[in-house]
């Protein structure tokens, strides 16, 4: 875990939507290019490279985190999730909120829907009960297509879902 | 055109008018969708652009050396290299040529023109050469113009040096009517109005990719155009086009900003031939800030003649555009004809005279973004009408009553040729201003204990011009497109249009429409969009034009396809064409119970088994139909008049906001829309289309602003921290109700609604926080509406001694 | 948008980070990278080797006493924020912390990074100064404790020194019977503030018995507004809310100009903010 020396090619093992990964990458990869170009999972998405868009939010170790503004190595040891990892394993279905976004219309071009996605997916679903509350959660996720209604619609919308189920929940 | 789909058809369900789920969904919903930086192609090589840092300069040296020395770089390209690729085409004949080259050469004139190119093994080894052949590059610096002042100021320092001055065109119709109006009004003022530079911002920069296997380049671009740019791709690199394929794959949103044709579409394409390598360039924000189109930056010098009673006699505009440095194909010219076109919006106002001028500066060059000139047009009127309101102690709302084109007006021809060809121009006024009552209440009961807020209500009643002819943008393109239906020997049926889809939905739309025309469910139907190998030529989507295109050449071909498999069903029946009906995917004899024949049995007839088809027919079950509006013109009529789109739109927005005076804080309240698109296919889609724009808008009206600096023409932005894209906090609930006036002369009656959403904001915000601000006489001229703006209407307000005391 | 090379290091204690970063030349603590990050990839900051302190043991903690809240390096702003027992000694970190970015920063973004990082729009060094906070900073030289009106020299540019570390930030607990307001235009939700106040307001018997009052947003360093401390003193909702404003006028006479705001109107807002912050310190005291 330690790294005394410095050193500009470091070897990561980070698991990736459960499955463990070993790399050996330079000390300045991005978090977001080494999930999309190393490890090929091009759902996340770049829109910024800044820190202010969302579309690359992917969670480690629980946490909705920028992917843009981690460094590969960082991820060394964690845990990361992406939007790949979202909708039930082996079958066609998707999860709750994937499922209320395409219900309500909640995106249009899609290139910011994983960032929301992963957003909401990181918070105890008690908090998407509030429109309120769910307008402060993803005011750091810009979608340039929906004007955010639609999203805000899905996600009370997925509540209710939960809610009503009172089920578990992987969406 | 009519087109009966019904005639021959008993649906079980109609798809359309229906909001069918989008088939688009799942993709990016599960992160298996395909944009094009999720391309991957074994030996892809990774393309860096060197942008200028000086708005105008002389490139006097390059030195390349340096970087080609970092490992894993393969080569440095400037425009030298290129020597062999033409010069972007300047189509249009009225406005100053720029001659525009794919890399800069010689004279630099806004910063982010790209000069040279850099190709290494990967995006940061090819950043770090980029840097290196950035500061190997020696300038010499030329007197900037940074604004419309500046660079149309006597002696100013020319851009093009091939031209007069920095002036690109400047069309002035006179009217004497007009005049007229202006001698015989009670009453005139002047005024300025300014739109702020903005652009479309799609959330997924552009990006090209292209790779040339066994003679043929194939290039993935993210493009809204991806016909015309294989046209030019092969006019440019001198290939023939059938050699040359351009695909689009997911497209993260284009606003407009990708119907351009930009250097980069060229130069990669180039570097993969030269190289004989797979190549790719992913443009990152802070290029895409400087290096896609900007837009919205006009001026509007305005004298209006009005009488006592509030009647507005006449008006004369000069609208002025600043093009920024005029380098970009096709170029940024439009806009402006399209603002002065549907200034007057959904109002019966003949008497206005509208000049057009476009200037370059030393900036990006503008373009296109949805809405497209409209906006600020809109903003002009409406900002007129509340003055004259004001000045003649006139309600707002009667004013514009009297002043709409009302109910059974239309066609309504306007001012500059644009024909209304049907609408609801009173109704949905008046069903937005009742809509907008219990909002305004609302607010005024939340707000009424605190004397720091005042409460105001902002109106926009627009015209939207649908499908417009590419002709005067382009000076080449028409304004048709193309679809090809196809039934395969199993039955399955495939649509392929030359439109492109970026989100608004266009694959579902498309196959909502086949699916009613054949008698088949959507799910059946496949859609191929935005390949130019496998889809017939088309323009691609803008001008709000996907919903008529997709409607007028899909039902087109699907009603030939129709012929045909009816005259085969008839054969295998042994029937009358006349009697076969389809029902629920198979076609009987009307009225009897006979067995039927499926889509796969005419399929299979059509292509394998000739010997159930008629006697001398041609097999084969596939065909093409190629829309064009009839009534839609490309040039301008003897009267200098033009109706460049083939159908209108019409929508009101109405918003209420609150204002803390001491702040100058504005919060849009509630928002009203109520439009009215014609026939709609699929409503869901339409409303998304509409919150989409209306975000857009109220970006436009409150909060983005490129801001150059006035001494060096250096941009003031370069970042999210100084664009200031909403969030979902800032972008406020949206009402919208719909009518329905169908277009008399499209097919099922569909007009359009790419861009209405967008046009009403800023008229609407201006007009509300003036209202709100009443007791001050604030009457604001300017976009955006931010804090420190209105608190210096009030300041300044005050200073006057116009204010309440306060 | 890809950072220049660098070198990395990982340390796990307090004295190898040091060493690291007296051993390069631009060395550079990396805390949340939420600053730091995204100017590496504008390539805007020149960073040859960067010293991760995240796994440094003991250094994320959050303690919590009557006195004080000590916020160590690698604590996060979430960590902080949703930290109910911080809040309730220090209610001005709840209340900083609710406009500082958004989620996936806060989840990232430390609060000694933010005092590292001098932001002049940002919120929580513009607190450190009102509540008198001590910033520890251990270096080559050994350790020293910086009180936060010393700490902020200029924008982005505080006391530390070369190969200086922050470990930890101390914030002493507020006085009894006052609350602290943090209020602030900012042009979006989770920007940083165009113009801000912290505002620690003692109130009783319906009029304001003291405040603290730091602007920030308005120069290069949290603004510290002393004849408006002087002018909010026994103010009440029906005193003229003038007096209170001229008082912010004259303290921030050198607030600065950008894209985003003009001078006189962070003065103006300041001023505004100022008199609400005094109403609703008052409105708090009535209903309590
Ligand atoms: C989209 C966005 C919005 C934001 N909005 C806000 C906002 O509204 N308000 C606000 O205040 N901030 C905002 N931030 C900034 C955020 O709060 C940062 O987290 C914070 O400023 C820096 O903390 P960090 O831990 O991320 O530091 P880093 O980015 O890791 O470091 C920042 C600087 O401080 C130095 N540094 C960090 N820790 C130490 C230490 N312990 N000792 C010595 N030096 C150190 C680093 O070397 C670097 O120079 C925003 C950031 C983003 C990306
Ligand atoms: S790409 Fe990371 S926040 Fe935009
Ligand atoms: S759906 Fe296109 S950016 Fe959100």
Redesign the interface.
């Known amino acids: 875990m330690t790294i005394s020396e410095p050193i500009s090619e470091v070897d990561i093992e980070v698991s990736i939507n459960g499955r463990t990964r070993r790399h050996r990458v330079p000390a300045r990869l991005l978090l977001s290019d080494y999930i999309r170009d190393t490890v090929g999972l091009t759902g996340t998405h770049l829109g910024c490279e800044h820190g202010y868009c969302g579309a690359c939010t992917v969670i480690v170790d629980g946490d909705a985190v920028r992917s843009c503004l981690m460094l590969a190595v960082q991820a060394d040891g964690a845990e990361v999730r992406t939007v790949e990892d979202l909708a039930p394993a082996g079958s066609d279905c998707l999860s709750p909120m994937q499922q209320a976004f395409h219900d309500n219309h909640a995106l249009q071009c899609g290139f910011c829907t994983a960032g929301f996605l992963m957003t909401l997916d990181s918070v105890d679903p008690a908090e998407w009960s509030e429109p309120e509350r769910v307008v402060e959660l993803l005011s750091g996720n810009l979608c340039r297509c929906t004007g955010y209604q639609n999203i805000v619609t899905a996600v009370t919308e997925a509540w209710s879902a939960y809610d009503g189920s009172g089920g578990s929940n992987d969406g | 055109m009519s087109l009966d789909i019904d005639s021959h058809i008993r649906h079980s369900t109609r798809h359309i008018g229906r909001?069918v789920?989008?088939r688009?969904?799942?993709?990016?919903?599960?992160?298996?969708?395909?944009?094009v930086?999720?391309i991957?192609i074994a030996g892809m090589l990774e393309v860096v652009f060197v942008r200028s840092v000086e708005a105008h300069a002389r490139i006097v040296s390059i030195d390349t050396s340096e970087a080609l020395a970092v490992e894993g770089v393969r080569a440095v390209f400037t425009a030298a290299d290129l020597a062999d690729v033409k010069t972007f085409p300047d189509y249009i004949p009225y406005i100053g040529p720029v001659r525009q080259r794919p890399l800069g050469t010689g004279t630099v004139r806004y910063v982010g023109t790209p000069y040279a190119a850099v190709v290494a093994d990967d995006?940061?080894i090819a950043?770090?050469a980029a840097?290196l052949v950035a500061a190997g590059t020696t300038y010499e610096p030329l007197p900037t113009v940074a604004d419309l002042d500046q660079a149309l100021a006597p002696g100013a320092p020319k851009l093009h040096d091939h031209w007069e001055n920095n002036c690109s065109f400047d069309v002035a119709p006179h009217k004497p009517e007009v005049d007229r109006a202006f001698e015989q009004a009670d009453h005139t003022f002047t005024e300025t109005y300014v739109s702020q530079r903005q652009t479309g911002?799609?959330?997924?920069?552009r990006g090209v990719v292209a790779d040339i296997t066994d003679g043929t380049l194939t290039v993935w671009s993210s493009t809204q155009s991806p016909h015309m740019v294989r046209s030019t791709v092969a006019l440019m690199l001198g290939m023939p086009e059938p050699q040359v394929r351009v695909v689009h794959p997911?497209?993260?949103?284009g606003?407009g900003t990708k119907t351009h044709i930009y250097p980069e579409d060229i130069v990669v394409p180039w570097i993969a031939r030269r190289l004989d390598r797979p190549a790719r360039w992913i443009e990152?924000?802070?290029e895409n800030l400087v290096a896609s189109v900007h837009a919205r930056e006009q001026r509007h010098e305005v004298e209006v003649a009005y009488d006592d009673d509030g009647t507005i006699r006449g008006v004369r505009c000069a609208s002025m555009l600043d093009m920024g440095s005029g380098e970009i194909f096709m170029p940024g010219t439009a806009p402006v004809f399209v603002t002065n076109a549907c200034i007057t919006g959904g109002y019966d106002f003949p008497n206005m005279q509208a000049r057009t001028i476009g200037v370059v500066t030393n900036k990006t060059p503008s373009g296109a973004y949805r809405g497209f000139g409209i906006p600020e047009g809109a903003f002009v009127m409406e900002r007129i009408i509340d003055r004259v309101a004001r000045l003649t102690g006139t309600d707002r709302v009667e004013l514009r009553r009297r002043m709409l084109v009302r109910p059974g007006q239309t066609p309504y021809v306007m001012h500059g040729g644009g024909r209304l060809d049907s609408g609801s121009h009173t109704e949905s006024f008046e069903r937005g201003v009742e809509m907008a009552q219990p909002a305004l209440e609302r607010a005024r009961a939340r707000y009424a204990g605190d004397p720091d807020v005042r409460v105001g209500v902002g109106y926009s009643n627009y015209v939207e011009p649908t499908s417009p002819s590419y002709h005067l943008t382009t000076g080449h393109w028409g304004g048709g497109d193309a679809a090809t239906v196809r039934v395969d020997p199993d039955g399955s049926v495939r649509v392929a249009a030359g439109l492109s889809a970026?989100?608004?939905?266009a694959e579902t739309t498309a196959a909502q429409l086949a699916a009613d025309a054949l008698g088949v469910s959507p799910e059946e139907v496949t859609v191929v969009l935005g390949d130019t190998e496998r889809a017939p030529y088309g323009l691609g989507s803008w001008g709000s034009r996907g919903a008529m295109m997709l409607t007028g050449s899909v039902l087109l071909a699907s009603e030939r396809l129709m012929d045909k498999a009816r005259a085969i069903a008839a054969h295998m029946l042994e029937a009358a064409e006349a009697d076969i009906v389809l029902t629920d995917g198979a076609f009987h004899v009307a009225g009897s119970d006979q067995p039927s024949v499926s889509w796969a049995e005419v399929g299979t007839a059509a292509w394998i088994r000739y010997v159930d088809l008629p006697d001398g027919m041609e097999p084969g079950l596939e065909t093409s139909g190629y829309f064009h509006p009839e009534n839609l013109q490309h040039q301008l009529d003897d009267t200098g008049k033009i109706n460049a789109a083939a159908s209108w739109s019409n929508g009101t927005h109405i918003g209420v906001v609150s204002v803390?005076v001491?702040?100058?804080?504005v919060r849009i309240e509630d928002y009203v829309v109520v439009h009215d698109c014609g026939t709609v296919i699929n409503p869901?889609?339409v409303?998304?289309q509409?919150?989409?724009?209306?975000?857009?808008g109220i970006a436009g009206a409150m909060?983005e602003?490129f801001?150059y600096d006035p001494d060096t023409a250096n941009p003031?932005?370069?970042?999210?921290?100084?664009y200031?894209?909403?969030?979902?906090?800032?972008?406020p609930?949206?009402e919208v109700d719909h009518f329905e006036s169908p277009a008399p002369e499209q097919p099922l009656g569909v007009k359009g609604c790419g861009e209405g959403?967008t046009v009403g904001p800023p008229a609407v915000v201006a007009g509300a926080v003036s209202d709100a601000l009443s007791e001050w006489g604030v009457d604001l001229t300017e976009c955006p509406v931010?804090?420190?703006a209105v608190?210096?209407a009030i300041r300044s307000a005050e200073a006057a001694g116009t204010g309440a005391d306060s | 948008m890809k950072p220049a090379p660098f070198d990395y290091c990982r340390p796990s204690t307090v004295t190898e980070a040091l060493e690291a970063l007296s051993s390069a030349e631009s060395s550079r603590v990396l805390a949340g990278g939420q600053s730091l990050v995204p100017a590496m990839n504008f390539r805007l900051t020149d960073v040859s080797l960067l010293v991760d302190i995240n796994r440094i043991e003991g250094l994320a903690s959050v303690d919590c006493d009557p006195g004080g809240v000590t916020v160590g390096a690698a604590a996060t702003q979430t960590q902080v924020l949703d930290h109910d027992g911080a809040a309730s000694v220090v209610s001005g970190l709840r209340a900083a912390l609710r406009h500082v970015g958004h989620l996936q920063i806060r989840n990232r973004g430390t609060v000694c990074g933010s005092l590292a990082h001098a932001d002049p729009a940002a919120e929580l060094p513009a607190l450190a100064v009102a509540s008198d906070a001590v910033i520890a900073v251990s270096g080559p030289d050994g350790e020293r404790r910086i009180d936060a009106a010393d700490f902020f020299i200029g924008a982005f540019w505080t006391a530390l020194d070369d190969g200086e570390l922050i470990t930890e930030v101390r914030f002493p607990a507020e006085p009894p019977g006052s609350m602290t307001i943090v209020d602030e235009i900012s042009r979006r939700a989770g920007d940083f503030a165009v113009a801000g106040l912290v505002a620690t307001v003692e109130a009783e018997g319906g009029a304001v018995r003291g405040a603290r009052l730091v602007g920030f947003g308005l120069g290069g360093v949290p603004t510290r507004l002393e004849a408006a401390e002087a002018a909010i003193r026994d103010w009440a909702p029906d005193h003229p809310a003038d007096t209170l404003a001229e008082a912010v006028m004259a303290d921030t006479a050198d607030a600065f100009d950008d894209i985003h705001a003009t001078s006189w109107y962070r003065r103006e807002a300041v001023a505004a903010l100022t008199v609400r912050a005094a109403r609703r310190a008052l409105a708090a005291e009535e209903a309590a």
Do not use: N, W
Request: glycine residues 14%; aromatic residues 8%.
């Open positions: 909001s789920p989008r688009e969904d799942r993709g990016p919903l599960t992160g298996r969708g395909r944009y930086a999720d991957k995006r940061y950043e770090d840097a911002l799609p959330m997924e920069t997911t497209i993260g949103g606003f990152d924000r802070m970026f989100g608004q939905g803390r001491s702040t100058g804080e869901a889609l409303e998304g509409v919150h989409g724009g209306v975000a857009q909060y602003h801001q003031r932005f370069a970042s999210f921290m100084d200031l894209v909403p969030t979902c906090a800032e972008v609930h949206m959403g931010t804090p420190v608190r210096a």
